[in-house]
């Protein structure tokens, strides 16, 4: 199983690697589904999408198609683990996609559908949450991270402490997600952001609630207006989302805490129960496309695991730099060890 380590230092060593060809795209299954449904409901976070995407792929293929977003990992886990049904394509991130597989809630890729896989960078294949490429197709990649004005903050922040500096207090958002919050304080005190010993929990539970006192909220997506609008100085955001709201600020600036972060893959897959698995299918298809790939993520501004799509990004993510490799980690499935971590969280939240 690839490490952490491994697999980043793979990461940059595939930066300038060529495009595996279709005929060595990975393995997958390749059931018959049948004819193609006129009809696709997806489920996606927001602001994660060229807005042109979805209406070319209407206009070429017929398909009416129904798009609703979510905001955290666990609000997508919990409407699916709850039984809702009806969603054709979700986009859960890696430790989502974990759970999601171990608890028989995704149905395997048809392989004959997706033509264009070989596009994937390879790096972004065979991954420990889906070691066989048998239920995911990378979407985007991304890193949490500090993001603040320059014009009303005059040193970049170097530490996950600015959350404990009263110095900013009311003028400071943390992400409202639970992995992201205890997990950056987790990294504050040397420790892995995955961790399931019940005292370093408790000890990052004690450093948010003190940090809590200082936030203004625990926002996600909304907090790119704040800043933009000069209301938010300093907030934990998704690098991917500070270069979106930088487009319109350009005062915004974004920095890796020196003790170091996550690096999530977000991916596309069909949850068992999907009604229109074949425009499931068609869909993943389209995107990985290199131009519509491109689209993406020239508007999300995260980074594309698309190799072929790289050349056509006007400002493309790289990989991280060989000094961030040992700062990053990626979130990996809690099992049993969610609860103790939902029983931190809500104690944090509730003060």
Known sequence: MTSRREFLATTAALVAASCRSRSDAPPAGSVELGPLESRLNIYNWSDYISPDVIPGFEREFGVRVVYDTFESSEELLARLQAGASGYDLVVPTTYGASALIETGLLAPLSSRY????????????????DPENRFTVPW???????????DRIADAPQSWSVFLDTTWAGKMTMLDDLRDVLGAFLRYRGRSANSVDPA???????????????LKAYLSAP?????????????????????????????????????????????LVIPATAPHPRAAHAFIDYTLRPEIAAKISTVTGYG???????????????????????????QKDLGRASALWDDVWTRVKSG
């Open 304 to 330: 594309s695991p698309n190799q072929a799509a790289m050349p056509l990004i006007p400002n493309p993510v790289p990989y991280p730099a060989e000094n961030d490799l040992a700062r990053l980690e990626i």
């Open 114 to 129: 997706l033509t264009n896989l070989g596009n994937i960078a390879p790096v972004f294949r065979g991954l420990p949450h």
């Open 140 to 150: 985007q990649w991304g890193m949490t991270g500090i993001a603040w004005r320059t």
């Open 200 to 214: 370093e929990l408790a000890q990052a539970g004690r450093d948010a609630a003190a940090a809590r006192k200082n």
């Open 223 to 267: 907090v790119k207006g704040q800043l933009i609008a000069g209301d938010v100085w300093l907030a934990q955001l998704w690098d991917g989302d500070a270069a979106q709201a930088k487009k319109e600020q350009p005062a915004i600036a974004w920095v890796l805490p020196e003790e170091g972060s996550t690096l999530w893959i977000d991916s």
